[in-house]
C-alpha cells in the first residue's frame, strides 16, 4: 500500500528504485520495498511499499522498513547467542570435526595475517601522506 497522495499532489507513477549499486553482470539493482513516485507536477519522491510513508530523501526509506519487519523474526545475532565471544577458530572446533577444517582454517588465518599487515601498512602510508599534506598547507 504505497501513497497515492504526497502532500496534495497525486502520484502518477509508482516503481521499484534503483539501488546505488550494480550487480556483478552490471546490470542495476532495484529495490522492491523502496517506491519511486513521481508526482503529478513532475517532482519525484520516495516512498514504502508496506504503507504511505513517503521522504524526498531515498536514504530514508530503508531504515523506515524496520517498522514493517515482524516479531517472529529472529534477530541477526541470535544465530551466534550460544558462541558468545568465542574466537573464529573456537567456533570451528564446536561446529565440525576440527580434524576436517585444520587446513581450510589455517589458509583463512594466513590470509587474515595477509589482510592485517596490508591494511596496516595502508593505515602508515594515509598518515605519513596526512602529516605531508599538513605541512605543504601550513
Given at each position: 500500500m504505497t501513497a497515492t497522495v504526497v502532500n496534495g499532489l497525486e502520484v502518477i507513477a509508482d516503481e521499484p528504485t534503483e539501488a546505488p549499486m550494480r550487480s556483478r553482470a552490471g546490470t542495476p539493482v532495484l529495490w522492491q520495498q523502496t517506491r519511486t513516485l513521481l508526482l503529478e507536477d513532475g517532482s519525484t519522491t520516495y516512498?514504502?511499499?508496506?504503507?504511505?510513508?513517503?521522504?524526498?530523501?531515498?536514504?530514508?526509506?530503508?531504515?523506515?522498513?524496520?517498522?514493517?519487519?515482524t516479531?517472529?523474526?529472529?534477530?541477526?545475532?541470535?544465530?551466534?547467542?550460544?558462541?558468545?565471544?568465542?574466537?573464529?577458530?573456537?567456533?570451528?572446533?564446536?561446529?565440525?570435526?576440527?580434524?576436517?577444517?585444520?587446513?581450510?582454517?589455517?589458509?583463512?588465518?594466513?590470509?587474515?595475517?595477509?589482510?592485517?599487515?596490508?591494511?596496516?601498512?595502508?593505515?602508515?602510508?594515509?598518515?605519513?601522506l596526512r602529516n605531508a599534506l599538513r605541512g605543504v598547507a601550513s
Open positions: 516512498g514504502c511499499v508496506h504503507c504511505d510513508y513517503t521522504s524526498a530523501n531515498v536514504r530514508s526509506i530503508r531504515p523506515h522498513l524496520n517498522k514493517h519487519r516479531d517472529n523474526v529472529p534477530a541477526r545475532t541470535s544465530v551466534l547467542a550460544p558462541f558468545g565471544e568465542l574466537s573464529l577458530a573456537e567456533v570451528f572446533r564446536r561446529l565440525v570435526d576440527f580434524d576436517d577444517v585444520t587446513s581450510e582454517l589455517d589458509e583463512m588465518t594466513s590470509e587474515r595475517d595477509e589482510w592485517k599487515q596490508r591494511a596496516q601498512r595502508a593505515e602508515r602510508s594515509l598518515s605519513t
